[in-house]
Structure formats: structure tokens, C-alpha cells
């Protein structure tokens, strides 16, 4: 699963190639480290050129805030985290969650440059195959140009929910051809949907390394591209299709693993719930080979990654804590209750964590203790959750830590990089796509084209996977006892009101997905970010130090991030225009 990887050292140097065009070429001596055209129109040379544009997915050599993990994109400005840490440290995060984004931002221009950069290293590939020789089989130039036109497409996704109009570049332009001049002034949904179209298309269903898209990651990702159109009967016909045949790049039938909590294991990256993830290695002699981009987000002091004091940036929120409360029939408080005094869960804000502490014995869906770090509650297997210990300001961040992308104990000596200055460098993959997701989106279809009784099996799919007793978190001190009142159940009664089925099926995904980067996104393309965001920033605010007393999510405005200042004064005005409202 990790040659995709580990080959991939090598890489930048295939992105530097130069090309002989004399006769005279024999007196041309290159310089060292560059690969010649010729060198990169054999296999090899091509395979090493397409996994130059998978390294990206994770953000290798941009800000960690810039991946396509989206944890603060996605989960931060959704509301599922706080930038935790203090109020000294990384606040180049806070504009985003306070939703005060300036195009001057180095974060946003970092997010520009990445998606781009996966962008020009996939029409890379597309390019220099139209010199392909001998050695590439016909079969083989199909394969590598449907992975690139597959990545291509997912890094413009990336762009489009993110900048919302921005240029779109292929494989015929270069610097030569005015690539600085092409202008954003055209939807490029369409140019996304035939790089999908042409990978699923093309791709097989089956591939030589766990980490390569395949037909099926294509149809998901066509069908995601659909459902952010609102072209619902379009994505149903795929999700149909993935949800009835799709298949691991290994060929195993997609499916619910069968314990919530090893969807993100480090022993168990090849599960047949993963249809595309990133890939990474550690202690391959660089970290470069790593996962850096969630680095920053590990518990503080001496908790996992520790002792370095790093970093705590992604603390889970009051709001997303509250939302895993549950009825006496173990279902969500689909009104908002949860949050009230009744119904909010018990925290040790401000304790320290010697303090005497009543855990919370209400009702709580199991998935929390899997995605939440609490006090009173075993932290994987490390120990625990001390509280405070493991948080640098509990006032300013809240007294959660996250959970899920965390090696345990027992993982550490081989899964943490310890190449770097912090074993939050890991070779622990962080799955961008996941079949519990496709089923929620396949759910969202199946409602708007009216088969309520579809969706509600979709989501009593994940519920019973996530009822299941061989995956609850147990008691250290008791191992047979589980180690809250988990209560979780299904919707039993027929959905017969579109409304209150869109209301299960949005909810769902928050608990199910929650602090895997879609909220955001998620939120914006319903309509409702604004009422959500604003209650959440009004009630997280009321709790905490950290600046949020006062924020707003302006609709119209705030479901876009404008284009980066940089970007715009290196293009000009006349070919870039900004967004509305900044």
C-alpha cells in the first residue's frame, strides 16, 4: 500500500526536466539532478511523474492547513473544531473560524499554490505521455493519462468548493501560451465532471497498489460532483452503481467495517470502507515521505507525539461534543436541544485534572468516544484522558482533544516519524472518501428524487454499524463495561416529510463524518451555514477565550474564500476577479 510513496522520492526532480532540441545535443551537458524528455517518456518515467501528483493530496511542501484533509476548511470553519493551542500561537487560523478571511492571507495563498501545484504535475503526466515510447503499452497510456485526468479533477474540485471561479489550466497550456492570462470567468464544474467521466471511463477496477485511484473512486467522486450540483438524479444512477458493485483498488467489495473506530487505524489502511485515501510512510529516511499535514492538531505535552509540547490546533467543540447526545431510544436531538443545559454534556473546563470530576451518565452515541477526546474516557490505549494536562489553555481551546488519525501506544514505534522535530509525522493514511460516505450522499439523493424509505436505510446502515457493542470504548479500570451510557438506535418509523428526512440525513453526516474535513462544505452546499454557523460561533463564544465573541458568517459572502491577494497582483485584475464582498 505504500509504494506509491516510497517511490515517489524522486519526484520533484521529474518536474525539473529539461528537453534537447539540437543535433548538437551530444555538447549539451545537463545539470545535475534533471531528468531529460526522454528519460520521463518511458514507463517509469511517466509512473514516477503520476505519483509526483499524488504526493500532493497531502499538502507535501505547503502550509499544513492546506491538504486536502480540509481540517481547517472543512471542520474548523464547520464548526466541529476550535483552533485550539493558545491565544499566541498559529493565528493565521483564527481569521477562518471567525470568518474574517483577508485575500492577503499566507494560508489562503498556500491553498492556491497546492491545488495548483497537483494541477500542473498532473497535466505534467498528460502531457509528456504524448511522447511515450516503446516501453509504455497502450494499456499503460490509458491507465497513467485516466489517474492523472482523476487527480486533475480532484485538485479543481478542490479549488471550486474553496475560490469558487478560478482558471482552469489543462494540459495544452503552458507559460509559453499564456497560461498567466487565462481568466476566471468560467464555471468550470463541466471540466471537472469529463476528468471524472474520462476516469471512470478508463481506469481499471482493480490496481497494482492500494493507493492508486481506480474506476470506482472515479464514480464516487463523479457522483460527489453531481450531488454538489444538485443533479440528484444524475449521482443516484452512480451511487447506485458504487453501492452495488464498487470495489477496493485491492478488489474487495466496498463495505461498512465492521468496528467504527479501525476505519482509522494505522493496521487497517486497506479496509474495504476506504475508496481513496492519501498514502504515507515514516521513517523512509526523510518525513518527507510522512503525513505532516495534521501534525499540529496531536494532544498537547505529554500525550501522544509528545513530549515536544506540540501542538493541540484542532480541539473538538462544545457544539459537535453536545451533538452525539441521544435519546432514550438512542437517537439524535434532531431540534437542537442538545445543546441546552439539560443536554449538554459534562465537562471539566477549568479543572485541573486532579480535581474531582463527575462524568457525564446521560446518553451519548458511541461514535464520541471515538472522535472526541474527554476526560474520564480511555484515550485510545495510552491512558486516560487526563483533561488539562494534554491541553495547552483549556479557556481558550475547550477540554477536548481529537481522537480519530491518532496512533495508539502500541503503534507508536513504527507508525510515528522520528525524523522531525515532533512525532506528529506519521505513516498513518487519512482517507479522503469513504463508503459511510457514500451512502449519506446516496441517502441526500435518494430523498430529493422522493424514495425517503431508501435514505432511511442508508442511514440505518451506519447506525447499527455504530450500535454494535464489540466497538464501544470500555472502561480501563473494567474492561467488560462499557466506558459511557452508550445509547444509539435507528429511525424504526417510516420518513414520509422530505424536510425531516433531509434533517436526519444532514445530522448524520455530521456525527458520522465529524472532524474529517466535509462540514464546511457540507453546510454551504444545503444553504444553511449561515443559521449553523452563526448559532454555533454565539454559543461556542459564550464558553471560551479565544475571540469568537462577536463573529459572524455573512451569507453572500462567507461561502467562498477570496482569492489570495498574491495571486491577483501577479495575474492582474483584469484576468482574476475577486470574489463579492471582499
Request: net charge neutral.
Amino acid at each position: 500500500m505504500k509504494d506509491i510513496v516510497t517511490k515517489g522520492t524522486l519526484l520533484a526532480l521529474a518536474l525539473t526536466f529539461s528537453t534537447l532540441a539540437c543535433k548538437d545535443s551530444f555538447l549539451v551537458v545537463q545539470p545535475t539532478g534533471t531528468l531529460t524528455s526522454a528519460q520521463l517518456s518511458t514507463k517509469n518515467g511517466l509512473e514516477g511523474l503520476l505519483i509526483s501528483a499524488y504526493t500532493e493530496l497531502n499538502g507535501r511542501g505547503f502550509s499544513q492547513t492546506a491538504s486536502s484533509t480540509n481540517w481547517m476548511y472543512g471542520s474548523i470553519m464547520g464548526g466541529e473544531a476550535n483552533k485550539g493551542s493558545n491565544a499566541g500561537d498559529f493565528n493565521a487560523i483564527t481569521p477562518f473560524q471567525r470568518f474574517e478571511m483577508l485575500a492577503a492571507s499566507g494560508e489562503l495563498n498556500a491553498r492556491w499554490q497546492l491545488m495548483y501545484e497537483g494541477v500542473s504535475r498532473a497535466n505534467s503526466v498528460l502531457r509528456q505521455l504524448k511522447t511515450a515510447d516503446a516501453s509504455v503499452s497502450a494499456a499503460d497510456q490509458a491507465r497513467i493519462g485516466a489517474e492523472a485526468k482523476f487527480l486533475r479533477a480532484h485538485y479543481y474540485f478542490e479549488l471550486k468548493r474553496t475560490f469558487n471561479m478560478v482558471p482552469y489550466v489543462d494540459e495544452s497550456v503552458d507559460y509559453a501560451a499564456g497560461i498567466t492570462e487565462i481568466a476566471n470567468n468560467t464555471d468550470i464544474w463541466p471540466k471537472i465532471e469529463a476528468d471524472f467521466k474520462a476516469a471512470y471511463d478508463v481506469l481499471p477496477e482493480v490496481q497494482t497498489a492500494a493507493g492508486r485511484a481506480n474506476k470506482w473512486a472515479a464514480a464516487s467522486y463523479l457522483a460527489k460532483t453531481y450531488l454538489y450540483q444538485k443533479k440528484y438524479a444524475e449521482a443516484k444512477t452512480l451511487f447506485d452503481l458504487v453501492i452495488a458493485s464498487g470495489k477496493t483498488s485491492s478488489g474487495n467489495k466496498y463495505a461498512l467495517f465492521p468496528q467504527y473506530w479501525m476505519v482509522f487505524s494505522a493496521d487497517n489502511e486497506k479496509n474495504n470502507e476506504i475508496i481513496f485515501s492519501t498514502q504515507n510512510v515514516a521513517n523512509a529516511g526523510s518525513s518527507d515521505a510522512a503525513s505532516g499535514d495534521l501534525n499540529l492538531n496531536w494532544p498537547y505535552n505529554t500525550g501522544p507525539a509528545g513530549p515536544v509540547g506540540c501542538c493541540g490546533f484542532f480541539q473538538p467543540s462544545f457544539e459537535l461534543a453536545n451533538s452525539f447526545r441521544t435519546d432514550a431510544k438512542g437517537l439524535p436531538l434532531l431540534d437542537g436541544s442538545y445543546n441546552s443545559a439539560a443536554n449538554a454534556l459534562k465537562t471539566d473546563q477549568g479543572l485541573a485534572s486532579s480535581a474531582p470530576f463527575t462524568p457525564d451518565a446521560g446518553p451519548v452515541d458511541p461514535r464520541l468516544d471515538h472522535s472526541v477526546g474527554r476526560r474520564g474516557i480511555a484515550y485510545l490505549d495510552w491512558q486516560v484522558f487526563p483533561g488539562q494536562d494534554w491541553i495547552r489553555d483549556q479557556a481558550f481551546g475547550g477540554p477536548y482533544a481529537p481522537k480519530k488519525y491518532i496512533y495508539t501506544k502500541a503503534q507508536e514505534a513504527r507508525i510515528a516519524d522520528v525524523s522531525n522535530w515532533t512525532k506528529g509525522w506519521t505513516g498513518i493514511n487519512v482517507v479522503l472518501i469513504r463508503y459511510a460516505d457514500v451512502l449519506l450522499m446516496a441517502a441526500e439523493c435518494e430523498i430529493e428524487v422522493g424514495s425517503l424509505e431508501k435514505a432511511r436505510e442508508y442511514v440505518n446502515m451506519i447506525r447499527k454499524r455504530a450500535a454494535d457493542p464489540s466497538g464501544f470504548v470500555m472502561d480501563i479500570a473494567t474492561p467488560t463495561k462499557p466506558a459511557a451510557n452508550y445509547v444509539i438506535g435507528t429511525y424504526d418509523t417510516p420518513w414520509t416529510d422530505k424536510a425531516a428526512a433531509r434533517t436526519a440525513v444532514q445530522f448524520e453526516r455530521k456525527l458520522e463524518l465529524s472532524g474529517e474535513g466535509h462540514r464546511f462544505f457540507d453546510l454551504v452546499r444545503w444553504g444553511t451555514a449561515a443559521t449553523v454557523l452563526n448559532a454555533y460561533l454565539t454559543y461556542e463564544g459564550a464558553k471560551l477565550s479565544n475571540g469568537l465573541g462577536g463573529a459572524k458568517f455573512t451569507p453572500n459572502k462567507n461561502e467562498y474564500m477570496p482569492l489570495p491577494q498574491t495571486q491577483i497582483d501577479l495575474q492582474g485584475t483584469a484576468t482574476l476577479k475577486q470574489n463579492p464582498g471582499y
